[in-house]
C-alpha cells in the first residue's frame, strides 16, 4: 500500500477519535477515544518508518505504546476514584465538583 493510503486511515482513525473526545461526556468514553487517537500516531509512525526503510518508526511506536498505557492506567485510576466519591454514571463535567 502506498504512503498516502495509511496517512488517510490514520486521519480517518484521528478524525473518529477526535469526534468522540468532543461528543462524548462520560470519562470511559472520553479515554476509549484519545486510545483511538493515539493509535492513529501510532501508525503514522509506523508507515513513515516503513516508507524510509529504518525501524525507527516502530521505536517510536513502542515507547508510545508504553506511555499510552501508563496515561490509561491512571485515568482509569481516577474514573475509579471518581465513581467512589460521587457513585455517579462518571460524567466528566461533575469532576469539577470535587474541587476542595
Given at each position: 500500500?502506498?504512503?498516502?493510503?495509511?496517512?488517510?486511515?490514520?486521519?480517518?482513525?484521528?478524525?473518529?477519535?477526535?469526534?468522540?473526545v468532543?461528543?462524548?461526556?462520560?470519562?470511559?468514553?472520553?479515554?476509549?477515544?484519545?486510545?483511538?487517537?493515539?493509535?492513529?500516531?501510532?501508525?503514522i509512525?509506523?508507515?513513515?518508518?516503513?516508507?524510509?526503510?529504518?525501524?525507527?518508526?516502530?521505536?517510536?511506536?513502542?515507547?508510545?505504546?508504553?506511555?499510552?498505557?501508563?496515561?490509561?492506567?491512571?485515568?482509569?485510576?481516577?474514573?475509579?476514584?471518581?465513581?467512589?466519591?460521587?457513585?455517579s454514571d462518571?460524567?466528566?463535567?461533575?469532576?469539577?465538583?470535587?474541587?476542595?
Amino acid at each position: 500500500m502506498p504512503l498516502a493510503a495509511w496517512l488517510i486511515l490514520a486521519a480517518g482513525l484521528f478524525s473518529i477519535g477526535l469526534y468522540g473526545v468532543a461528543s462524548r461526556r462520560g470519562a470511559i468514553g472520553i479515554l476509549l477515544s484519545v486510545e483511538l487517537m493515539a493509535n492513529a500516531v501510532n501508525l503514522i509512525f509506523i508507515a513513515f518508518g516503513r516508507y524510509r526503510g529504518d525501524h525507527l518508526g516502530q521505536v517510536f511506536t513502542l515507547f508510545a505504546v508504553a506511555l499510552t498505557v501508563a496515561e490509561v492506567a491512571i485515568g482509569l485510576a481516577l474514573v475509579i476514584l471518581l465513581h467512589r466519591v460521587r457513585r455517579s454514571d462518571e460524567r466528566v463535567d461533575e469532576v469539577r465538583e470535587l474541587h476542595g
